[in-house]
């Protein structure tokens, strides 16, 4: 799930991990928030099995921004400098991952808006309404170190693994809107993804952050003047 902080034009972030999403968006002519529902990359599973369609009959070519066309429509982003003011260049807007600081993500936000960057700057923040599976969290990230490059490592920090969470929803919403301000990011990309955690609990974490704590950052990012026209 997701929640806007810029009007600038709608948010389309890249597929990104985590069991189902709410991806919330904004309409520049009515500086409003849309709700949609999104599939992440978890979420579909594609079986082989025999099929008629033959491959000369298919066509992957996607146009991936302006003046850029690819053949199969896949893409990779890199936590950078050089990489956000390519990005900027090409009109392309970035997704930061889950677990850099926001002082990171901040600078390179700024980076991105100097270079006269067009699209959506998208944070991602794992999130917890209640107490966190920490034990799960430490094991999830533990798993992340493995294959993670350590200059990447680097920028993670030690803010409690990047997670928002509190006891209640204010807390968690207060969190959120402080990281988004803090950022400067057009869009919140909310993830509950936690190896071993029943999907029981994280269907009640996210029905209980889009009732309670989505609607609510929305809402306080829109009446502080945080989504801008």
């Not at 991806?23 to 599973?45: H, N, Q, W, Y």
């Not at 930061?96 to 100097?114: G, K, N, P, Q, W």
Request: net charge positive; aromatic share 4%.
């Amino acid at each position: 799930m997701a929640t806007p902080t810029r009007s600038t034009r709608p948010a389309h972030p890249a597929p990104a991990a985590g069991g189902p999403s709410r991806i919330l968006g904004s309409e520049p002519e009515l500086s409003r928030v849309r709700v949609e529902s999104a599939l992440t990359f978890d979420d579909v599973l594609l079986v082989p099995r025999h099929s008629e369609t033959h491959p000369k009959d298919v066509s992957t070519v996607s146009r991936f921004s302006t003046g850029i066309t690819l053949n199969v429509p896949l893409v990779s982003a890199a936590m950078g400098f050089t990489a956000v003011r390519r990005a900027a260049r090409l009109g392309i807007g970035i997704l930061f991952d889950s677990l850099s600081t926001v002082a990171r993500c901040r600078s390179l936000t700024d980076a991105y808006r100097e270079s006269r960057g067009p699209g959506p700057c998208v944070l991602i923040r794992r999130v917890w309404l209640g107490e966190p599976p920490r034990s799960r969290l430490d094991e999830q990230l533990d798993r992340y170190r493995t294959y993670t490059p350590r200059a990447a490592q680097a920028h993670w920090g030690e803010e409690d693994r990047q997670l928002v969470d509190g006891p209640d929803p204010a807390t968690v919403v207060d969190g959120l809107v402080a990281v988004a301000r803090a950022v400067d990011a057009d869009a919140l990309n909310l993830r509950v993804h936690v190896p071993g955690v029943p999907p029981a609990s994280v269907r009640e974490q996210i029905v209980g952050l889009g009732d309670e704590v989505v609607p609510r950052v929305r809402d306080s990012l829109a009446s502080s003047g945080a989504v801008r026209t």
